[in-house]
Structures are given as structure tokens and as C-alpha cells.
């Protein structure tokens, strides 16, 4: 009985194994690769090359078995699969020959990486990959040791290729000036240093943006250092210069934030050219860097002595501002409101001289006098009558009153507020706008117990997937919802609307059924007026005409069941046919849109289709960049239920959900938070460097990775390791976890403190007296940092909406 019993399981179990049809395991296959089922994907391709080798291979199944493998950390078993699609000379033969380059490289094997990529280069040379395996053949010698070799390379890559080509993109400027810095590099190394420092200060001098040095520029920067010290090298000195080279490589190095080489060529100029005419620029900017660093009482010293050495020269102006802000970071309150006065009474008509009316408030707060802070208020709205200082200084005594919560004040302020003609908006530190104005008045209201008042007031404001306070207004109308004591004043509103939604003008209809939405959280409720919009919106050409995302079926997905017929040559469409049956977008995206090289030729379905294929390859900023300017025209109050799901998934995507999945999960950072954060910093895109030196997906500046790195024990970071995904995610949930432990459960002041420093979050939230953010992100004076919040927290919303914290769709879709 246990042997038929036995038998009988067995024969179960293989009837279960082989009773999917073979039109059915490309779909399980290609599902278990898009969900990062690894393992599930390596073990259906392990029975059917044992099962079926012929079908295996004809099907290309053993290139994807070999990324599957890769993707688990398993090297030899993808070279193994890899060489034999190889040996077969398959279409994806060159891209087979590329990973085991890699898997080569990681293994330390650089001759055996050149072997195959010296392959790729003389058989594939039209290959996608072919450029980039040219540049990796050059640096793999570089690496070697082989500078002779090497510089022949370098030399090859770069004759013809500077200045960049016109249109070119950022990574192929990058690409063309870093072999350039390899070139150099060589150079030096083959005893040719004047070959080099040509090059070398040929790419300080060819900036894209003079403003921005990149990170070549950097480098560059520092191998001039070595030449002109010489044996000096290493010394802790700056070479002799003129004073403008200093002053040049000191800006390369201060933009970059490595603050201790700029001050050497800083001091260079102030020791060594006393008489030089911008002294005092570098005794100003020696002062920056340490504030940039947080250093506020070493920048104190620099600041007072620009101020002090050179009170006629333009520095000084800034100096005085600079010393008395620092002053007010360490906590010298009377000495930067001194410094803020001295600065009024020199410099009476200066275009800055708001700041300096206006910070006093601000440091008054922070020492605590907020009845001294209310009265200097007031002199400054006297002083700056009809001037865009007049609402700054208004609004700052309206957040004090709601720091105090004295509510009748802050109404009075808040009426007043809406008869000003310039708020500032998100463009001044210490502004705001109509919207914010609007919501606080209505939080006011709700603070009296106004609960009617506040229902109307609230639904003032628009919601919308891109708005700040108009989610802020409906979140706080749920929660009036769930109070017994505001409960009625949100029913009869509700019943009202809905009654009112029958009438000949249908967008004020439309307008009476978005405003009931945000009144209910009963699902039936809401679903009946979902439907009733939805047909509303089809009669409003505004809301009816949406952008059209048809894409096109790309790709074979029939399994091959014989031998395919020989082909001469591989086109990209017939590798990109190959890569999308797999199911490998991030491979298969570029070749798909390699195969349109005429833009007139491509239809807009193509286009559609080239947006969805780099969605699902993880190369989301070229999806964004192409949907984005799409809904521009698309009503910004257009109901977030109600937009198709396959836009909701272009407009936000959640590439890297494997990356995610490994590293934020531990740290326990919801990967929405990180995308929406990503979504703000990067719009995605990898490889990006910011105005302030920031790189990678979540735009670190030096100063928080190095910490990053030390809290997680990567002695041997370096920079440029952020423009990896897979750094810049677990660096991302690293932070984040970190400051969420400052401010538990509380988003926003996250995202402030991610984009103006946890330093400046606590002093803003100390003002607002508070931990609700409907108190404290009004405080946000960096006006770049509040936009920011409203921008990251509107992400979140729809992420949430859309997303579970598995990055997995909801219903919603």
C-alpha cells in the first residue's frame, strides 16, 4: 500500500509538472522575471533545458537562465550558460559575450574580461554594446597596468571626439571627457606629463556649465595639483599658481565639497598674493565652506575678518549676512541681531535688505521672545508698506499667533493676508501663497470649533495628484468626518453637494461631485460618485480629452518550436523582438528604440510603447521625460481615481522594486516614501549631478554619504559609487531610517529635513511649537525646502494610493 500510494504521488506530481501547456510557460516564465522570482524563474528553466534542450535553446531560455543566474550571485553558473548561447552564435550573442566580460571583472579575471569584450568589439561592432565595450577594453588595461596599451586605446576613443557633439547627451559627454581624463592619465604614466596637463586643464577649461564643474573637472583638478607640487605631492600644500588658477581650482573643489583642498588654494591667494584684488573673495568663500560643513564658529572668524580687512568690497556685504546667521546657529542670538542691524544701517537701500529686517524676527523666535518677535513684525510691514516684505513679515506674525494658538490673531492676519497682491509665493524664504493662506484659515476655523465654516473653507481649496494642501484639506475633512462633535456640519455639506449635483451647469455639477468625494470615506458612497464624474467628465472637453497611451505589441510571444532560420544579420529589432519574448526590458528598451533611428518614422504609438518598455526595464527617467509634458494640459484637479491606470504607472513608476524590496524593508522605510523622494531629487535618473554637487538617484552631497558610509562600515566608499542604484537605494533607507527616528511618523519633517538638514527641521518645528505638520510646515523658511515638501508628500499620496509597501499595484489600478 505505501509503494501505490507512493507511485500514485509521484505520478501526480509529474502529471502536475508537465500538465502546463507549452503556450503557457513563456507567460509563467516572463511573470516570475518581471516580479524578481528568481529562484522560481532559474528552476522552470532548469526542467525545461533538461526536458526540452532543443526548445531551451532555440528560445534563447539559456541567456535568460544566465540573468537569472547573475541576478542571484551566481557567476559560474551564468558564464557556463552564457558561453554556450556563445558557442551557438545567437542574435544575443554580443550582449552573452558583454556579461561574462562583467562576471569576469568582478571575479578580478581582467584578461579574461578583455577576451570577451575584445570579441564583442571585432564581431559586434554595430552592437548597442560595442561602444561601451570599447571604453571598458581601455580602462581594463588602464586597471592592468598596461599604460601603453592603454594610452593607444585612450587615444583611439578620444582623437576626433572634443569638443562633445551638439545634442549629445549628458552620459555621452560624461563617457567622452572621462576617456579624455584616462588619456591624461596614461600620458603621465608614459613620462609625457605635458601631453598631460594639457588635457588635464584642457578639462577645466571646456565646462559645459563653468558654474557646475563636473565630477572630470574634479578629478582633473587634482592630477594638476600633483603635477605642479611635484615632489611636494601629498604635503598638505597648494602648488605656486597665479592667484586666478587658485581661484579656479578653489571653485572646482568648493562646488565639489571638498572644502579642506579649496582652502588651500584659498589661503594660497591670501598668503601668497596679499595685493591680489580677490583677497577678499577667498577670505568669503574659506568662511562658506565651513558653513557649508556646519561649521558656524570657524565661519564666524572668516566672516568677520572679510568684514573687518575689506569693508568696502562687495564680499563684505555678504560677509555681514553670512556672520549673522552663523551667529544665530550657535546660539548668539544678541550677536546676530546685531550684525542684522549693523547690516540695515550700512547698507540702507541694498536689494537684500529685507533679509536682514526680516531674520530678525526669525532669531527673535528662537531666543524665545516671540512678543519682541510680534512687534518687529510689525515695524517691518510699516517699513516695506506695498512691498512683497510687508506679506513676509505679516506672515511670520500669523505663524506666530498660531504657534501660540491665538487664532483670533491669526485670522485677523490671514484676512489681511488675502488683500496683499504678492504673497512670494514658492519663490522667497519666508513666503507663501493664496493656497496656504486659504488652508490655514480654514485649520483656524477648525481650531475655533467653526466647524461649518471650516467644511466650506476646505473645500476651497483644490485637490488634485500634484497638490500639497488640497490632500491636506481632505485629510482633515475625513478627520472632521470621524468627530462626533464635527460630524454633522460634514453630512448636511455632503447632502447639500449631492443634491446640487443635478443642475444645467455641469461643471458646477462636476465641481459639487469632486467635492462630495472628499467628504466620504464610505466605499459605496464613493464608488456611486466616481461613476456619476466619470460620465461627467466624458461631456466636460476639459476633462474628457486625456493624453492616449496606446502602445504597441512589441516583441515575439510564440515559443519557438523548431530551429529559427539562419539570419545574416541581427537587426536591433530582431534582438529587441528576443529580449522583450524573455522578458529582460532593461536590455531589450534600447534596442527596441535603436530599431526607430528616423523620429518621423515613429508613430506616437511607438513612442507610447518606448515609455512603457523603459517603465518595465527600470530606466524610468526616459518614461517620465516623455509623459510628463503630456498631462500638462490635463486639469489639475482631474480626480486621482479616475486617471488610467496606465498612466498612474508612467507618471509614477516603481522601477528597482528588487532593490527596494532588499534594503528598506530592514530599516523599516516605506519604499514609497523613497520613491517619492526619488520622484523630487532625480526624477529617476541615475547618473544626475545637481547644482550643489548632489549625485545619484537621491542626490547625496559628500558631507551625508561619507556619513552614510561610516554608519553602515564602507571604509572604501568613494563618491561616484552613489550614481548605482543600488547604492544610492540602501544609502536612501540608511538616511531615511535615521531621520524618521528624529521625527517618528512624521513625513513631512522627513522630507524637509532630507532636502534643508535636520539641524533646520528642529528649529522650525521648535517655532511652530508643534509635531502636526498642518503647524510646522508653514515655519519651512527655506523656500526651496517647503516647495519640496509639498512636491515629495503630493507623491506620496498617489504612491500610496496606487502602491502597497511592497511596491505591488493595489485595486486602485
Given at each position: 500500500m505505501k509503494f501505490a500510494a507512493s507511485l500514485f504521488l509521484l505520478l501526480l506530481l509529474i502529471d502536475i509538472t508537465f500538465s502546463q501547456s507549452p503556450e503557457e510557460l513563456p507567460s509563467k516564465i516572463r511573470a516570475a522575471v518581471a516580479e524578481r522570482r528568481y529562484d522560481d524563474a532559474i528552476n522552470d528553466l532548469k526542467a525545461l533545458a533538461k526536458d526540452q534542450p532543443d526548445v531551451f535553446a532555440w528560445n534563447n531560455y539559456d541567456y535568460l537562465l544566465g540573468r537569472m543566474f547573475e541576478k542571484s550571485g551566481n557567476g559560474a553558473s551564468a558564464m557556463a550558460q552564457y558561453q554556450a548561447l556563445v558557442k551557438r552564435g545567437s542574435a544575443l550573442k554580443p550582449y552573452a559575450l558583454f556579461h561574462l566580460a562583467a562576471i569576469a571583472r568582478s571575479s578580478g579575471n581582467l584578461i579574461l574580461e578583455r577576451v570577451f569584450l575584445e570579441e564583442l568589439a571585432a564581431f559586434s561592432a554595430d552592437s548597442i554594446v560595442a561602444e561601451t565595450a570599447n571604453n571598458r577594453i581601455a580602462r581594463s588595461l588602464f586597471e592592468s597596468g598596461d599604460h601603453e596599451r592603454a594610452l593607444r586605446a585612450f587615444e583611439a576613443l578620444t582623437s576626433g571626439a572634443a569638443p562633445p557633439k551638439a545634442g549629445a547627451t549628458k552620459t555621452d559627454n560624461a563617457v567622452a571627457r572621462e576617456n579624455r581624463l584616462f588619456l591624461a592619465r596614461c600620458q603621465m604614466f608614459s613620462g609625457n606629463p605635458g601631453a598631460a596637463k594639457d588635457n588635464f586643464?584642457?578639462?577645466?577649461?571646456?565646462?559645459?556649465?563653468?558654474?557646475?564643474?563636473?565630477?572630470?573637472?574634479?578629478?582633473?583638478?587634482?592630477?594638476?595639483?600633483?603635477?605642479?607640487?611635484?615632489?611636494?605631492?601629498?604635503?598638505?600644500?597648494?602648488?605656486?599658481?597665479?592667484?586666478?588658477?587658485?581661484?579656479?581650482?578653489?571653485?572646482?573643489?568648493?562646488?565639489?565639497?571638498?572644502?579642506?583642498?579649496?582652502?588651500?588654494h584659498y589661503a594660497a591667494i591670501i598668503n601668497n598674493h596679499p595685493t591680489s584684488g580677490i583677497v577678499p573673495d577667498a577670505l568669503y568663500q574659506t568662511g562658506r565652506g565651513y558653513t557649508q560643513e556646519t561649521n558656524f564658529s570657524e565661519a564666524i572668524k572668516w566672516y568677520e575678518r572679510t568684514v573687518e580687512q575689506f569693508p568696502q568690497h562687495p564680499s563684505a556685504k555678504d560677509a555681514l549676512l553670512q556672520a549673522a546667521s552663523a551667529y544665530a546657529r550657535v546660539g548668539k542670538f544678541r550677536e546676530s541681531i546685531k550684525r542684522y542691524h549693523d547690516y540695515i544701517e550700512k547698507y540702507p537701500d541694498d536689494e537684500r535688505v529685507d533679509r536682514a529686517y526680516l531674520n530678525i524676527i526669525d532669531v527673535l523666535r528662537d531666543e524665545g521672545e516671540e512678543v519682541e518677535a510680534q512687534k518687529w513684525a510689525e515695524k517691518v510691514q510699516e517699513v516695506f508698506r506695498g512691498k512683497l516684505p510687508e506679506a513676509q513679515a505679516l506672515f511670520a506674525d500669523v505663524r506666530i499667533s498660531i504657534a501660540r494658538s491665538n487664532w483670533a490673531s491669526a485670522l485677523t492676519g490671514l484676512d489681511k493676508l488675502l488683500t496683499l497682491s504678492d504673497l512670494g509665493g514658492a519663490a522667497v524664504p519666508g513666503g507663501t501663497s493664496k493656497t496656504e493662506v486659504n488652508f490655514l484659515h480654514a485649520f483656524a476655523f477648525e481650531q475655533q470649533r467653526r466647524f461649518p465654516e471650516a467644511v466650506n473653507a476646505y473645500l476651497q481649496i483644490p485637490d488634485g495628484r500634484a497638490e500639497y494642501y488640497g490632500g491636506r484639506a481632505t485629510d482633515r475633512l475625513i478627520l472632521l468626518l470621524k468627530d462626533e462633535t464635527a460630524k454633522s456640519a460634514i453630512t448636511s455639506k455632503f447632502e447639500t453637494l449631492t443634491n446640487m449635483s443635478g443642475s444645467k451647469d455641469q461643471d458646477a455639477n462636476r465641481k459639487n461631485l469632486q467635492s462630495a468625494l472628499r467628504l466620504t470615506d464610505d466605499r459605496e458612497q464613493r464608488e456611486k460618485l466616481i461613476n456619476s464624474l466619470r460620465k461627467l467628465y466624458a461631456a466636460l472637453p476639459a476633462y474628457r480629452k486625456l493624453p492616449d497611451f496606446k502602445a504597441t505589441e512589441a516583441g515575439r510571444r510564440e515559443l519557438l518550436k523548431q530551429k529559427p532560420a539562419a539570419s545574416a544579420q541581427s537587426t536591433h529589432r530582431t534582438i529587441a523582438d528576443e529580449l522583450l519574448f524573455l522578458g529582460l526590458f532593461d536590455e531589450a528598451a534600447p534596442e527596441y528604440d535603436a530599431s526607430f533611428p528616423n523620429i518621423a518614422a515613429a508613430s506616437g504609438d511607438v513612442d507610447n510603447t518606448k515609455a512603457v518598455l523603459y517603465k518595465r526595464g527600470d530606466r524610468a527617467y526616459k518614461t517620465v521625460a516623455f509623459i510628463e509634458p503630456q498631462w500638462r494640459n490635463v486639469p489639475p484637479d482631474y480626480q486621482v481615481e479616475l486617471i488610467p491606470g496606465d498612466a498612474i504607472e508612467l507618471l509614477y513608476p516603481a522601477p528597482y522594486k528588487d532593490l527596494?524590496?532588499?534594503?528598506?524593508?530592514?530599516?523599516?522605510?516605506?519604499?514609497?516614501?523613497?520613491?517619492?523622494?526619488?520622484?523630487?531629487?532625480?526624477?529617476?535618473?541615475?547618473?544626475?549631478?545637481?547644482?550643489?554637487?548632489?549625485?545619484?538617484?537621491?542626490?547625496?552631497?559628500?558631507?551625508?554619504?561619507?556619513?552614510?558610509?561610516?554608519?553602515?562600515?564602507?571604509?572604501?566608499?568613494?563618491?561616484?559609487?552613489?550614481?548605482?542604484?543600488?547604492?544610492?537605494?540602501?544609502?536612501?533607507?540608511?538616511?531615511?531610517?535615521?531621520?524618521?527616528?528624529?521625527?517618528?511618523?512624521?513625513?513631512?519633517?522627513?522630507?524637509?529635513?532630507?532636502?534643508?538638514?535636520?539641524?533646520?527641521?528642529?528649529?522650525?518645528?521648535?517655532?511652530?511649537?508643534?509635531?502636526?505638520?498642518?503647524?510646522?510646515?508653514?515655519?519651512?523658511?527655506?523656500?526651496?525646502?517647503?516647495?519640496?515638501?509639498?512636491?515629495?508628500?503630493?507623491?506620496?499620496?498617489?504612491?500610496?494610493?496606487?502602491?502597497?509597501?511592497?511596491?505591488?499595484?493595489?485595486?486602485?489600478?
Open positions: 586643464l584642457g578639462l577645466i577649461k571646456t565646462l559645459a556649465n563653468p558654474a557646475q564643474p563636473d565630477d572630470i573637472a574634479l578629478a582633473a583638478a587634482k592630477e594638476l595639483d600633483k603635477i605642479d607640487l611635484g615632489t611636494q605631492a601629498g604635503e598638505g600644500k597648494a602648488p605656486a599658481l597665479t592667484d586666478y588658477e587658485h581661484l579656479q581650482r578653489a571653485s572646482i573643489y568648493q562646488f565639489n565639497r571638498d572644502f579642506a583642498d579649496a582652502r588651500l527596494f524590496g532588499k534594503y528598506s524593508p530592514p530599516r523599516n522605510v516605506d519604499p514609497r516614501f523613497l520613491l517619492s523622494l526619488i520622484r523630487q531629487e532625480s526624477r529617476y535618473q541615475p547618473d544626475v549631478k545637481s547644482y550643489a554637487a548632489a549625485r545619484g538617484l537621491m542626490q547625496f552631497i559628500s558631507t551625508t554619504s561619507s556619513k552614510i558610509a561610516s554608519a553602515l562600515g564602507r571604509a572604501d566608499f568613494y563618491q561616484d559609487e552613489l550614481y548605482d542604484p543600488s547604492v544610492a537605494i540602501l544609502f536612501g533607507s540608511q538616511y531615511t531610517s535615521d531621520l524618521f527616528k528624529l521625527f517618528p511618523n512624521q513625513p513631512e519633517a522627513v522630507a524637509a529635513s532630507y532636502n534643508g538638514g535636520e539641524d533646520s527641521m528642529k528649529r522650525w518645528m521648535k517655532r511652530s511649537h508643534s509635531d502636526q505638520p498642518d503647524r510646522y510646515v508653514p515655519e519651512i523658511a527655506f523656500s526651496q525646502s517647503k516647495d519640496y515638501v509639498y512636491r515629495v508628500m503630493a507623491n506620496y499620496r498617489i504612491y500610496k494610493m496606487f502602491y502597497d509597501e511592497r511596491l505591488k499595484p493595489t485595486a486602485s489600478f
